[in-house]
């Protein structure tokens, strides 16, 4: 497995051989701040590494439990990115997302479609979807100058709940401090332990391929009852960064 660094307006330093340290200076709310380890940077989605039945375990700590912007580790198919290589287009157009991670987000954010899921904190999520192209599934997609109008925002998101379906529940620890995280994808369920304890188990399982990715960022994204749509970075006063050690991923 070939680990790729992406680093924009932070850094990625590896000591002793095994920990990394994803950081991100403070500033202010006008430039996007990322340090992300993943495994398909260069791949096509059709060719990420990973499919169940597979397991992520790794120990990790981030600096603050209340870091501006999100972090986390887990796999994804990475569905909003459009991404050009040498040889042409390697991911032309967005997808709807798959993913199972440990995923935290601070209150600026809304990332769920559900009313009745924790929409930011620290979570234990999975979100699984149709491989089709969105813009087949949900044609309004098109339109999304339309956006601006809630009623139809409103509308849109829940079309977009009744395709995606999801979940999650907000997990209750010291994140400062070094925790063991496992994540057990399997083809019908995705089983989360912290410290060696199940802490939480689901049946929404994503699709694969997915890639791996681990990444701190200043970066956040509402999309809220109302149909009111936000997105942007946020400052900080303070430096921010997550260690991670132990990183083992292996197909069962």
Do not use: H
């Not at 169940?52 to 912007?69: E, Y």
């Not at 209150?107 to 979570?123: E, T, W």
């Not at 946020?234 to 069962?252: F, G």
């Amino acid at each position: 497995m070939k680990i790729y660094q992406q680093a924009t307006s932070g850094s990625i330093i590896i000591n002793n051989g095994s920990l990394w340290r994803l950081e991100i200076p403070p500033g202010k709310p006008s430039r996007y701040r990322l340090a992300q380890l993943d495994d398909y940077s260069k791949l096509q989605r059709g060719y990420f590494l990973w499919k169940p039945p597979t397991t992520l375990n790794l120990r990790a700590r981030v600096s603050s439990q209340n870091i501006p912007g999100t972090w986390g580790f887990g796999y994804w198919n990475d569905p909003f990115s459009i991404l050009t290589g040498p040889g042409g287009m390697i991911r032309p157009y967005p997808v709807f997302p798959n993913a199972a991670w440990f995923f935290f987000a601070s209150p600026d954010n809304y990332l769920s479609f559900r009313s009745d899921k924790p929409s930011c904190g620290f979570l234990a999520a999975t979100f699984s979807s149709p491989r089709v192209s969105p813009f087949i599934q949900v044609p309004q997609l098109a339109l999304f100058p339309m956006l601006i109008f809630r009623s139809w925002s409103r509308k849109l998101r829940s079309k977009l709940s009744e395709i995606i379906q999801e979940d999650s529940t907000k997990l209750d620890l010291d994140v400062t401090q070094w925790n063991n995280y496992s994540l057990l994808w399997k083809p019908d369920s995705v089983e989360f332990c912290l410290n060696g304890n199940n802490v939480f188990t689901t049946d929404i399982s994503p699709l694969g391929p997915l890639g791996l990715v681990i990444w701190l960022d200043n970066q956040y994204a509402a999309f809220n009852p109302s149909g009111e749509i936000k997105t942007g970075v946020l400052k900080s006063s303070t430096p921010a960064w997550m260690e991670i050690d132990e990183l083992d991923v292996r197909q069962d």
